[in-house]
């Protein structure tokens, strides 16, 4: 296996590594006191959002031809890498490229629905998660019923991101009577639908708050739906595989951050008279943080490429979201450790850092529920 990245590869590296500490570091240290890494002024958010437009990087996996910067998968990783070294990138990017409605979708929904969101002009949503189903897709309860002209949507959604800005939402139903994975279809649903509301607020550890999304005899004409009804499994799950892969790759960015900011202050931090970098638990934490990084860097690598080459990866996948998600929570722990009561005050980034990873082992899949996809692969 060769384990250099390709040339077009680094060089896109580094040029979002060097848009990450000329523009966002910068602002990170003027803005110290923000409770997470989500609300940055609309002003500055607006003008980040703007310089990465014109870098080309806005949509990252839709194709070219529809107005997206067309990277693959690696690349896609690649980037958010990069990104999320920094809490003040974590928030420019919103959902704009909808795999589900890209592969579904007829010209018509694509013009309507796909195309203005890639161009920055409409904000979607994906409303998959149930109170009763969030890590079980085929255990969804929200149904669909063929009426006169189109179908009637009954059912609760929650933990859905962009809700209250949303002109459409991406809603996954199945068809009264089926179970598990028959019946599954996905409808897209505007937000000004009759019967269609938005539930309470559900403010998350990490400041990206969800909502709750109620459709109460909510009717949809037939050109709602995307694709033929009883479809929806297969898009619904190779959406999660290349979010789980996302990530995980998020995941390599704080991690490599924190590991970057334990080394300077073990450097700098005197304690009875020596460094704190001269003692040996410091640099067992350092050098166990650098193994878990390097570690889960080759796993997600791995896995993005080979979904890239088109195989079949659910169990490569699931390994890499696990362990990288678990892994930026010892790296990020570790540095909270080193810094001692710095670590925990608003004078260093590690206390956001330490909010912003814990949901990673849970969304798009638990870290139980990937360890038991991975186990049911093997076993098959």
């Not at 995980?248 to 334990?262: F, K, P, T, V, W």
């Not at 570690?295 to 362990?323: C, D, P, S, W």
Request: glycine share 8%.
């Amino acid at each position: 296996m060769d384990f250099d990245l390709p040339e077009e590869t680094r060089m896109l590296q580094d040029v979002v590594r060097r848009f990450v500490d000329d523009e966002l570091m910068p602002l990170e240290q003027s803005l110290p006191n923000r409770p997470n890494s989500l609300d940055l002024p609309h002003d500055i958010k607006k003008r980040l959002v703007s310089m990465i437009e014109s870098m080309g990087l806005a949509a990252l996996d839709a194709p070219v031809e529809i107005g997206g910067a067309g990277l693959g998968l690696l690349d896609s990783c690649i980037v958010i890498e990069q990104i999320h070294r920094c809490t003040a990138g974590r928030g420019v990017f919103a959902m704009r490229f909808a795999p589900v409605l890209y592969d579904l979708g007829t010209d018509d929904q694509k013009e309507k629905y796909l195309y203005p969101t890639v161009r920055g002009e409409l904000q979607g949503a994906s409303a998959f998660s149930e109170p009763q189903a969030a890590g079980d897709l085929a255990g969804i309860q929200t149904t669909m019923e063929k009426n006169s002209g189109g179908w009637v949507l009954n059912g609760s959604k929650c933990w859905i991101s962009y809700a209250d800005i949303a002109d459409y939402v991406l809603v996954l139903a199945r068809q009264k009577g089926t179970t598990r994975h028959e019946g599954m279809t996905w409808v897209i649903v505007d937000t000004g639908t009759p019967g269609f509301s938005l539930g309470r607020e559900q403010k998350m550890i990490h400041g990206h708050s969800t909502f709750e999304l109620f459709l109460e005899d909510c009717h949809v004409p037939d050109e709602q739906l995307l694709g033929e009804p009883g479809k929806g499994w297969g898009a619904g799950t190779s959406f999660l595989y290349s979010s789980r892969l996302q990530i995980s790759a998020r995941a390599l960015g704080i991690a490599d951050r924190c590991l970057e900011l334990a080394i300077d202050y073990a450097k700098q931090r005197q304690t009875f008279g020596k460094p704190l970098a001269s003692r040996q638990a410091i640099q067992w934490m350092i050098a166990e943080s650098s193994i878990d990084l390097h570690a889960a860097r080759l796993m997600v690598y791995e896995a993005a490429l080979r979904a890239q080459n088109g195989e079949h990866v659910i169990q490569q996948t699931a390994m890499a979201k696990t362990f990288a998600t678990e892994m930026v929570g010892r790296v990020v722990d570790r540095a909270v450790q080193i810094h001692g009561a710095a670590g925990l005050s608003d004078e260093t980034i590690l206390e956001r850092c330490y909010r912003d990873v814990r949901p990673m082992r849970i969304y798009e899949g638990s870290a139980e529920a990937m360890r038991s996809v991975i186990a049911n692969d093997l076993l098959r």
